[in-house]
């Protein structure tokens, strides 16, 4: 299985996520490209010291593929509308290819 994070997530991971963070973001991928046990859209809370960060993913199976697609601070107003809608974007794009397979 393959993992394709988008580059809205890349740019968070890059300046917003700390050390910590980001060592937790990757082993958790690691660990789901790994075991495949996921279907679908989901997401991970990260738990650091200060904050809470979630990352949403999709696991497309038929695909053989785990895309990372956007990634926020839990807090109010967060995920921003131009990240929600980027959501939508991606979890449509991955839809089409899924059923074009």
Known sequence: MLYKPSKELDKFCDTVMDG???????????????????????????????????IEFFMSKKLSTLFGMIGHIVRPGEPRKIAADALKVYLAVIKEAEDAE
């Open 20 to 54: 910590d963070e980001w060592e937790a973001y990757v082993l958790h991928y690691e660990r789901l490209v790994k075991e495949q046990n996921h279907n679908g859209h989901f997401s991970f809370l990260i738990n650091g010291e200060k904050r809470t960060l979630k």
